[in-house]
């Protein structure tokens, strides 16, 4: 979801600024299957992979298992070419596209690249059809889902309730919908999605399908609903998130709650995840409540686009209450590695790119 460190994350990815950038890509002469099958593996690294030993190896493994073709990972900083280099070493052939935050793998030809603001995008050639996808990883300060939680947003100063930092809020959970959207929207996470937005339309003008996917750092409007209005200490509050309501407005598609429409039964919890190789005390951020939440996210645009298979992959242990817990859910777990590399589980989504 988030990393401990400020300067880490900060303005990551703040490079180029839309201008196209064809050097970012490391070409290792991948060669696309001849199906037009898109399976899209989107992952959260956790410091690049660092957090928990053979952290490149496991993310590798992962990909080779899954046999994505399209690999978008957040909080990945050297973890992107990394991988890329090691994928090489397992014989399996992958371009790399990198920014200092987020990083895109694909075996489909790049036939160019930007580093966008908090996302790094790029072009790929699937048997002649255009496919424009971005990896995401949206700033984590302000989460303002932690206030119906009782806990600080981690909010700098001067910010709202930046006092408290990411503990415990002394009056109780803040339930007021106008607080918890005012503090929210204080993160720029919406506004880097319109940026996004705008950015897409373009592609999409241009003829283009669209994936996005990535760690937003925030929830879905799909998911804090009068369904689950008391579940996971949402303590009543239902909110139409600003992030995922403006890509709702734009047309884009979410993958997992497109397939599972109902978040009591399939809420696609993504964080935090066990990992039984870390002490509990490194995943729990709120470890009084229940912070379970869908942050990690795939979105697709255009009718080119067929959405066949979605699913969770990652441990099916989270942590609540800063306890471990096996999730009681319905949800539709994928994959289930002995080892996992991350504090977050990932999402793959199975795509049909038809003409």
């Given at each position: ?326 999730e009681p859910t319905q949800d539709n777990f994928l994959a289930t590695p002995a080892q996992w590399g991350s504090d977050h589980k990932g999402i793959f989504a199975t795509y049909q790119l038809t003409d």
């Open positions: 979801m988030m990393t401990r460190s400020d300067d880490e994350m900060g303005s990551a990815g703040s490079g180029a600024g839309g201008a196209l950038a064809a050097g970012a890509v490391m070409s290792v002469a991948a060669a696309a299957p001849a199906a037009r099958q898109i399976r899209v593996l989107a992952l959260n690294t956790w410091h690049s992979g660092s957090k928990v030993s053979n952290g490149i190896q496991l993310i590798t493994e992962l990909i080779i298992s899954t046999q994505a073709s399209i690999v978008l990972l957040s909080e990945a900083t050297e973890a992107t070419t990394a991988v890329a280099a090691e994928l090489v070493r397992r014989g399996r052939e992958f371009n790399a596209v990198a920014s200092r935050d987020t990083g895109i793998l694909s075996v489909f030809p790049v036939q160019d690249s930007a580093d966008l603001q908090w996302m790094v995008k790029a072009r790929l050639n699937i048997d002649g059809k255009r496919l424009t996808v971005y990896s995401a990883h949206l700033e984590y300060r302000w989460y303002a889902s932690n206030l119906p939680r009782g806990y600080g947003p981690g909010a700098p100063a001067p910010g709202e309730f930046a006092e408290h930092e990411w503990n415990k809020l002394p009056d109780g959970p803040v339930t007021d919908p106008a607080v918890i959207q005012r503090v929210n929207a204080a993160s720029g996470r919406p506004e880097v999605i319109s940026n996004f937005l705008a950015d897409a339309k373009a592609e999409i003008a241009d003829g283009s399908s669209v994936i996005m996917g990535g760690d937003l750092n925030e929830p879905s409007l799909l998911d804090w609903t009068p369904a689950t209005a008391n579940l996971f200490d949402h303590n009543g509050v239902v909110l139409a998130w600003e992030t995922t309501r403006r890509l709702q407005e734009a047309g884009f598609t979410d993958a997992y709650r497109s397939m599972y429409p109902d978040p009591a039964t399939h809420p696609g919890l993504t964080w935090p995840s066990d990992n039984v190789d870390v002490d509990v005390s490194e995943l729990a951020w709120a470890p009084g409540a229940d912070e379970r939440d869908r942050v990690d996210y795939i979105f697709a645009h255009g009718a080119a686009l067929r959405l066949s298979a979605v699913g969770i992959i990652g441990p099916r242990g989270s942590i609540v209450r800063g306890t471990r817990a096996q």
